[in-house]
């Protein structure tokens, strides 16, 4: 069971003035603190064009930067957002962070879910999907083969003899991939694909279980030559945690910091996400603190925290927890909860799993 923290870059407006640039500083600070604190992963997510989620444009270029910042985080793009990425220069990057980081990154993929994202980069969003499932075998050709020739709807990519893909990545057949998913269409590729599967924040618990069923079986169809994908069968939860010394407290530092986050969702600019998630067990409730608390989010003390994780994980099996938060609880409050979850969460959890192991 590993635990990292999964980073989207979010300026909080009230104290990261505009253009925001401070949130870069302030996300590279919680990272390296994640890595002195043993968390086993950090990850990146891809993001354009507003202030009221994330600003990362680029994440191999800020693994590029974290790699001689960090010692043993691994660096996890999560995700990149495929339809808007060529395969071929995917492949390159990925190789190339690998090595940079001495094989100690992930890379993640998704369809996307922000239509203005789609707009501003002159991608037609109701193809993401398909753009996407075109990307995937391609990509997945190219790093085995370090060559490729395709001619597609979307993607006509000739690399011949004597020419190949460089550099090669140190992890092999590459490194662990994952793919993002909240539909029956996306775990059914992530299955038959091999990829390790990721889902996301806003999926209610209850729903969880249901969606790691639909990918393992879908996982019984993958072919021999896909399962050789280190991620192939990884369980990648993220979910909204924060720990304090009481459940009470946690609310008190939490509550108002949640609640606007969750105000970012609503709206045109999730469309085709929400629809999948949040609102997957029917219509969706009332957001209030006590409600997302109990479907959603994992915030209360650290034996509140233990609790709750343990048994999602006897419900799921998951293999990994991103740890998600907002910017909103205050640089310092960060920190406690992350200290208190590396100190008094994390030990626990694995001792138990490997007491089960054992």
Same mark, same amino acid.
């Given at each position: ?10 300026p909080?407006? /009230? =104290? ?7 949130v ?5 600070s ?11 992963c ?26 001689g ?14 339809p ?5 220069r995917?492949v ?5 962070l690998d ?8 890379? @993640? ?31 997945l050709?190219?790093?085995?083969? $370090? ?13 011949p ?8 990545? =140190?992890?092999?057949?590459?490194p662990?991939l994952?793919?993002a ?10 299955g038959e ?11 209610? =618990? ?7 069923a ?21 369980? /990648? ?29 609503? @709206? ?6 929400l ?9 969706? $409730?009332?957001?209030?603190? /006590? ?6 989010i ?10 709750r994780?343990?048994?999602?994980? /006897?419900?799921? @099996? ?8 907002p910017?909103?609880y ?11 979850f ?11 799993? $490997?007491?089960?192991a054992?």
């Amino acid at each position: 069971m590993e635990f990292g923290i999964l980073f989207t870059s979010h300026p909080n407006v /009230d =104290i990261e003035p505009y253009p925001h640039r401070g949130v870069h500083a302030r996300v590279t600070s919680q990272i390296i603190a994640a890595d002195a604190l043993g968390y086993d992963c950090a990850w990146l997510a891809e993001h354009h064009f507003s202030n009221k989620y994330g600003i990362m444009p680029d994440v191999n270029v800020y693994m590029g930067y974290l790699a001689g910042l960090t010692k043993t985080i691994k660096l996890g793009a999560g995700i990149v957002t495929l339809p808007l990425n060529n395969p071929v220069r995917v492949v390159e990057n990925a190789a190339l962070l690998d090595i940079l980081t001495n094989g100690r990154v992930s890379i @993640g993929f998704g369809s996307g879910y922000r239509p203005y994202e789609f707009e501003g980069l002159g991608v037609p969003f109701e193809e993401r999907r398909d753009i996407m499932e075109e990307a995937l075998p391609l990509m997945l050709d190219l790093f085995t083969n $370090q060559r490729a020739t395709h001619k597609g709807k979307y993607f006509n990519i000739t690399i011949p003899e004597g020419f190949e893909i460089f550099p090669q990545s =140190i992890q092999q057949p590459y490194p662990p991939l994952y793919l993002a998913a909240a539909t029956d269409r996306s775990l059914a590729t992530a299955g038959e694909m091999g990829f390790g599967l990721m889902l996301s924040s806003l999926t209610p =618990i209850a729903d969880l279980a249901k969606d790691v069923a639909k990918y393992k079986e879908a996982l019984e169809r993958a072919p021999d030559h896909l399962r050789r994908n280190v991620a192939f069968g990884d369980i /990648d939860v993220a979910r909204w945690v924060y720990v304090a010394e009481t459940d009470a407290q946690a609310k008190r530092d939490s509550e108002a910091g949640i609640l606007r986050h969750f105000a970012a969702f609503d @709206g045109k600019q999730t469309v085709g996400y929400l629809g999948t998630t949040r609102a997957k067990s029917g219509e969706v $409730q009332q957001t209030t603190y /006590d409600n997302i608390n109990e479907t959603t989010i994992i915030h209360g003390s650290p034996a509140t925290v233990r609790d709750r994780i343990k048994d999602l994980h /006897d419900k799921t @099996g998951f293999t990994s927890m991103m740890l998600h938060f907002p910017p909103y609880y205050g640089s310092e409050n960060t920190m406690k909860s992350l200290e208190l979850f590396a100190k008094e969460v994390m030990p626990a959890l694995r001792q138990t799993k $490997q007491a089960a192991a054992e």
